[in-house]
Every structure is written in C-alpha cells, then in structure tokens.
C-alpha cells in the first residue's frame, strides 16, 4: 500500500503562483511515476503533469510552460510549482502514484480568482 498526502492548495488571484507537495509513505520503493491530475467541477479529470522515477516529465496542453513538476526521490515527494495561474486552473488537484497499482491522494483545492 502507498499513501499518498497532499499540500499547499489555496486561494490565489490570476498571475499568481502556487507551489503543491505530495509526500509519499507505506511501500515507495516501487513507486515508478508520480504526477498531478485535476478535476474542475463539471469537467473529467485530466493529467496536469507527470515524472518518472528517472526525471522524465509529461504535461498536458494547457499548463505546459506554466507548470513545473519535480520529484525528490530521497524525500519520497512530488512537487508542482504552478505559475501563471488562470481562473480555468481552479480545480481539485489530484496526487497520483503507480506501482503496477495506482494510488491516489486526497485532493487539494486550488481556486484562482479573476
């Protein structure tokens, strides 16, 4: 089992910055990728970002150049450093992890205001 707990959500004004952790615990040695996901009310959830355990990353189209994910691995911890922010980034931010199995955390809400 791996649990996942996430932080640093808020309320932010557009242009704004936001920085979320998601710190891992329980069996992380096989933990592969790590990433952010987001769902926004009436909307599915979709990928934000991702990295591999080796520092690959992913983004998806729409906060691609805005966003920055990065993993310590020694501290078992996920960031996402949010820049730029948009009224349309407001959602429930999702921590995910895989093993072969997928674990997700519990959400934190990111509100940006116009």
């Known amino acids: 089992q791996v649990q996942l707990v996430e932080s640093g959500g808020g309320l932010v004004q557009a242009g704004g910055s936001l920085k979320l952790s998601c710190v891992a615990s329980g069996i992380i040695f096989r933990i592969n990728t790590m990433g952010w996901y987001r769902r926004a009310p009436g909307s599915q959830r979709e990928l934000v970002a991702a990295v591999s355990r080796s520092g690959s990353t992913r983004y998806g189209d729409s906060v691609q150049g805005r966003f920055t994910i990065s993993r310590d691995n020694a501290k078992n911890t996920v960031y996402l450093q949010m820049n730029s922010l948009k009224p349309e980034d407001t959602a429930v931010y999702y921590c995910?992890?895989?093993?072969?199995?997928?674990?997700w955390g519990q959400g934190t809400q990111v509100t940006v205001s116009s």
């Open positions: 995910r992890a895989t093993n072969g199995d997928d674990y």
